[in-house]
């Protein structure tokens, strides 16, 4: 179903969680659930839309980050501007690792790999610059005012996170519909092919290499005014890289809805093995490692594919039936 109908639907259903409950227990799982679908949502938009496998969408995530701690402690700058910059800055950087990866010719593993060594080599600069507070990290001044993008509750945090969720989905089915969308997708079908026909297929996939940053970065960046704290270990840490692309695989890569539904169960998955296990450490990996495989196994088009599957599956069992009656 194309337009933007369904999103304005959910969004609305989403907005009226705050009405039902004031929970500070509930609103941040629902914050981290919308924090998980913003990066995935970035992430499918290169992956999912375009074919290129990214393992590093951290080095984004933290980019967007520190640059809005960075600005607002050490330079003074309003919270929001600072955010604002952050997601401008992430862009930058997949622009810069995007140029790099695609004029070099590098696809599939090749692809993926680099884009994870960056985010390692990113890392590592943080844990020793000074300017990121080195391995200390950086903590951003409690200041309860809306002006520096901090409140006395969860819930304008829960509006906010939603509302950038809204604009990433309505980004992403703009660019669905549009030209370059079908672009994108001839480059993940085949990018000989799309070239052949005089597609541009590295101006294309820089393209969504810049927007898919810089959805990305600005997660980073809500995430450091969320919690106040960032570090390298945080920022650049492989658990982002894994929950972007988690998302959308399981939740349905390719679709708008995807990396929302995955991320509400990757999340809920998550919570579910701290309070079995007492946070164990590496059973969240184990426990989703175990569920992508259930994923590419019996649902290759992920959740948001499952309806259209058990059509298929119905109409075929339909068919057999008929099939045996008229044998």
Do not use: C
Request: glycine share 12%; aromatic share 10%; charged share 10%.
């Amino acid at each position: 179903m194309k337009g933007t109908s369904p999103i304005l639907v959910v969004l609305a259903l989403l907005a009226l969680v705050p009405v039902l409950t004031t929970s500070n227990v509930v609103l941040n799982f629902l914050v981290a659930v919308l924090l998980i679908a913003l990066v995935g949502q970035g992430w499918n938009l290169l992956g999912g839309y375009g074919g290129q496998y990214s393992f590093g969408h951290a080095a984004f995530f933290g980019t967007g980050a520190y640059a809005t701690a960075i600005l607002q402690m050490r330079y003074g700058v309003n919270a929001w501007i600072g955010f604002a910059v952050a997601i401008a800055a992430g862009a930058l950087v997949g622009a810069i690792i995007g140029a790099l990866s695609f004029r070099s010719g590098l696809r599939g593993s090749y692809f993926a790999l680099v884009t994870l060594a960056f985010a390692e080599v990113l890392r590592i600069i943080a844990s020793v610059a000074p300017i990121t507070g080195a391995g200390v990290g950086t903590l951003i001044k409690l200041d309860l005012r809306p002006e520096a993008f901090q409140f006395q509750s969860r819930v304008p945090f829960y509006f906010i996170a939603l509302a950038l969720v809204a604009a990433s989905l309505i980004i992403v089915r703009l660019i669905e519909d549009s030209r370059f969308g079908a672009y994108l997708v001839a480059v993940r079908e085949n990018e000989d092919a799309a070239k052949a026909l005089g597609v541009d297929v590295n101006r294309v996939k820089l393209a969504a290499m810049t927007v898919s940053a810089a959805i990305t970065a600005a997660g980073g960046g809500f995430y450091a005014q969320y919690y106040l704290f960032i570090d390298s270990g945080i920022a650049y840490g492989p658990w982002i890289s894994v929950e972007a692309l988690l998302a959308p695989i399981i939740g349905g890569v390719g679709t708008v809805f995807g990396p929302l539904l995955g991320a509400l169960v990757v999340k809920t998955l998550g919570e579910a093995a701290k309070l079995l296990t007492g946070d164990a450490p590496g059973l969240d990996l184990v426990i989703y490692g175990g569920v992508l495989v259930l994923v590419v196994a019996f649902a290759p088009r992920g959740i948001a594919g499952l309806p259209d599957g058990i059509r298929h599956l119905w109409h075929r069992a339909r068919e057999m039936a008929a099939g045996r009656a008229h044998g």
